[in-house]
């Protein structure tokens, strides 16, 4: 039993280890004004010559491909917050409730080790 207690107590320090943000502020540092060097380099590229439309086109394709990558970095540096492709705790939640159903059919009606938010 203490093995066990102590297993659990050892898996929820990693999750929680694993759900700080992995990209350092360092990083996000570097990244924000490189993606704004890449928009304001482009818009040197503006020639009077040619018509807006093609100017606008060249400078918001670079500008969509910068934001995209810096919002993959985003999304991949909180992969545990509730948005569509995170990732979402379905072992656990089929092992709590094979648990409960054993707990409730063997009678024993056994304690609950943790409250709903995972707090022991």
């Known amino acids: 039993m203490f093995d ?13 280890a694993k759900a700080e943000p992995l990209v350092p502020s360092l990083v996000w540092l570097a990244l924000l004004p490189g993606a704004a060097l890449v928009v304001a380099y482009m818009c ?15 400078i ?31 072992a656990m ?4 409730e094979r648990m409960d159903a054993q707990s409730g059919a063997s009678g024993t009606g056994a304690a609950r080790l943790c409250d709903d938010r995972g707090e022991p």
């Open 4 to 16: 066990q207690a102590a297993e659990r107590s050892e898996g929820r320090r990693g999750r929680l």
């Open 93 to 96: 939640t089929t092992t709590v």
């Open 60 to 90: 918001g394709a670079v500008t969509t491909i910068v934001v995209a990558g810096m919002l993959v970095v985003w999304f991949r540096d909180r992969p545990y917050k509730n948005a569509s492709g995170s990732i979402n705790p379905t």
């Open 44 to 58: 040197f590229y503006a020639d009077p010559a040619e018509p807006a439309v093609v100017q606008a086109m060249m």
